[in-house]
């Protein structure tokens, strides 16, 4: 079993930044996939962006030139840094981690972009 720790979150006005963080509670296979993800109201879950092991990114059309995501795969640990946010962003973020054929959730953490 693989716990996801997440950090994090809040209130912020729009245009404002906020860095999420995750940490696997363990080390896991050297192939990975970590990614963010979230969930507004009243729709799906969707992805933000994930890193795999070698550092390769994949974004949401939604954030690109917005969020940064980044990963340490000594500590298996990825951050996403949230930058011009809008009250679009508002949601449930999740960490997930991919390897093989497994994959577990972090519990998330509420970000919440509003005047």
């Known amino acids: 079993q693989v716990q996801l720790v997440e950090s994090g979150g809040g209130l912020v006005q729009p245009g404002g930044s906020l860095r999420l963080s995750c940490a696997a509670s363990?080390?896991?296979?050297?192939?990975?996939?970590m990614g963010w993800y979230r969930q507004a109201p009243g729709k799906q879950r969707e992805l933000v962006a994930s890193?795999?092991?070698?550092?390769?990114?994949n974004y949401a059309d939604s954030v690109k030139g917005r969020f940064t995501i980044s990963g340490d795969s000594a500590k298996y640990t990825v951050h996403l840094q949230m930058n011009s946010l809008k009250p679009d962003d508002t949601a449930v973020y999740y960490c997930?981690?991919?390897?093989?054929?497994?994959?577990?959730w972090g519990q998330g953490t509420q970000v919440t972009v509003s005047s």
């Open positions: 997930k981690i991919a390897f093989g054929s497994r994959s577990y």
């Open positions: 890193i795999n092991n070698g550092g390769l990114t």
């Open positions: 363990r080390s896991i296979s050297s192939f990975y996939v």
